[in-house]
T-cell receptor, first 111, second 113 residues
Framework: GESVGLHLPTLSVQEGDNSIINCAYS??????FIWYKQESGKGPQFIID?????DKRQGQRVTVLLNKTVKHLSLQIAATQPGDSAVYFC??????????FGTGTSLTVIP | DAGITQSPRHKVTETGTPVTLRCHQT?????MYWYRQDPGHGLRLIHY???????DKGEVSDGYSVSRSKTEDFLLTLESATSSQTSVYFC????????????FGDGTRLSIL
């Protein structure tokens, strides 16, 4: 079956530094990718997405990079803030509008 | 925030009892999904709906049933709850048009003793 995984289960960064969270996916048919942020006790919150015909997309303080050759996705957070502390996970979509989710990386921002 | 309400938010029940979780949306989206979230696993799809009375199974559908009689409501039923169904359950919606993400409710924490 589909497998979307994250390289590191936890990540700690100093406030103000940049954070990079990685994700691998396995299905070449995936055509759309999403990053979510999940805070304790809440549902996943959409951060940024990217289509398979793009390799980079920027938002406010976040950038997603897609490398289809190695089936790798990353989320970069610039100037990480304490409010960025959360679990981050990626999702990819296969034809039929079904999404598959990674297990998540827990980001801790150290003040 | 997407208009998604899950109820109840917390529930404790006993093995063998029936349980129904409700997801209500105000976005008029076509697709609705039920996921469970467990430690060490990503969100896993239980069932989804692509329209009123149109549903299909996900990867972990055993022991669960769903119904969608109205666009805005998607019900998840555990006919006879087991301890392995203790989990956090999330509902999600999407309009299915082009490249649009799913939006999630805040979850239901279900404990089966």
């Amino acid at each position: 079956g589909e497998s979307v995984g994250l390289h590191l289960p936890t990540l700690s960064v100093q406030e103000g530094d940049n954070s990079i969270i990685n994700c691998a996916y396995s299905n070449s048919a995936s055509d759309y990718f999403i990053w979510y942020k999940q805070e304790s006790g809440k549902g996943p919150q959409f951060i940024i997405d990217i289509r398979s015909n793009m390799d980079k997309r920027q938002g406010q303080r976040v950038t997603v990079l897609l490398n289809k050759t190695v089936k790798h996705l990353s989320l970069q957070i610039a100037a990480t803030q304490p409010g960025d502390s959360a679990v981050y996970f990626c999702a990819d979509r296969l034809p039929g509008n079904q999404f598959y989710f990674g297990t998540g990386t827990s980001l801790t921002v150290i003040p | 925030d997407a208009g998604i309400t899950q109820s109840p938010r917390h529930k404790v029940t006993e093995t063998g009892t029936p349980v129904t979780l409700r997801c209500h949306q105000t976005e008029n989206h076509r697709y609705m999904y039920w996921y469970r979230q467990d430690p060490g696993h990503g969100l896993r799809l239980i069932h989804y709906s692509y329209g009123v009375k149109d549903t299909d199974k996900g990867e972990v559908s055993d022991g669960y049933s769903v119904s969608r009689s109205k666009t805005e409501d998607f019900l998840l039923t555990l006919e006879s709850a087991t301890s392995s169904q203790t989990s956090v359950y999330f509902c999600a919606i999407s309009d299915g048009q082009g490249n649009q993400p799913q939006h999630f409710g805040d979850g239901t924490r279900l404990s089966i003793l």
